[in-house]
């Protein structure tokens, strides 16, 4: 519900976060940088803090966009929920020193094991949220799957050492397509590809639907009167219920998995698998990793949580291919429970919008750091010291 307080506060989002105004004024860029604004976010206890404070600040139409499941949000709550059934069993007398959170994932160290997944709708968060985020990742030193669209800046040589190209696959409709593809990603020096798998329709995400959402304020930011009535143009069609699911083209299968791959040395992640059998499949057409996702819970809706998934796509990967995961992922904990069922590294998406949202890249970084440094410490309390020390017999996975 909309209240005017929001609806004011909404106005005001809108007009600062206008590049056009921002860039005139430089109000946003010192509103970030200030003094004051380090000492509120040194003050964020937590990712939750985070979530809190985006919260106020956000239209609440782009908040909802945000932090929706689909239907009815079933897997959304088990993301989270999973987590408790998990316990940890912590070693005693081991020497925890010095932690060490780091990891090999493909080849290329990384000083931790959390990197920063595919968003769309950025600019609802920030204006120009794409660079901004890979701003903050890169200043982290965080593997970053981008969206797209920040060519440019990705050439300039500011962004994250290690990025992916995310895609739905849009590109691989024909043999040039897909080749225009992978050569503008080798020449611009991606790390490799990030299919994502789980939405081949879109899903109803009634909280957007019953907000009249319109994709495009995705890219513009949502547009208010100075009333707060959203304003909508003669061509907007608002997301809807009750439209037979069809897409224009065949989608990608299997086959055009084998295709790419003939074409391009670039690495290929498959973001999507929730199954023992499709991580299988993943490790028979040498793709490169997995992430075991539900889409942070807004595409099919009771899959169940992604860490109860991943147990079994571990253990049909077989060493074959590291096992990536993300959906709920809010503390250090959560990923120490990933790493002890066997992930390589855990992805976190709305954290990092929360962190954006309020303070812009160096948000972005911060939440990242807060993560790490509570898998660190929880590492330390758990008794083990390097990533290599942790396995399965630190958890248990209580009855219900
Ligand atoms: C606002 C938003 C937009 C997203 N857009 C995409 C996307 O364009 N492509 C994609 O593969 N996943 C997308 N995701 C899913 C994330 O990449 C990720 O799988 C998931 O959100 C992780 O769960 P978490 O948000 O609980 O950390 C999006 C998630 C959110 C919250």
Redo the contacts with the bound molecule.
Sequence with gaps: MLTRRHALAAFAQFLISSPLLAERTGLLETALSSPENEKQLLDLVNVFDFAKLAQSRLDPVAWD??AEGSQDEVSLRD?RKAFERIILRPKILTDVHKIDTSIDFLETKFDYPIFV?????KNCFFPGGEEEAARGAAAAGAMFIT?GGIDGFLESGEGPRNWWQ?TTGGEFRNEDSMLDFVERLEDLGATGICF?VD?MHVSYRERSIYNRFVRRWCETGIPRDAEGNLIYQPQDRPWRTGVYPERPFPNPTWETIDQLMEMTDLPLMI??VMTAEDTAKCAEHGVAAVVV?N??A?QLDHVGGTIEALPECVEAAKGRLPVLV????RRGGDILKALALGATAV?????Y?WGLTCFGQRGVSRVLELLRVELALDMGLAGVATIADIDKSLVRIRRL
């Design positions: 966009y945000m993301n997944c595919p968003a769309g709708g969206n995310y994502t939405n973001k999507g996702s889409h942070g807004r993300d959906g709920g992922f992805g976190v998406a709305r954290p919008l």
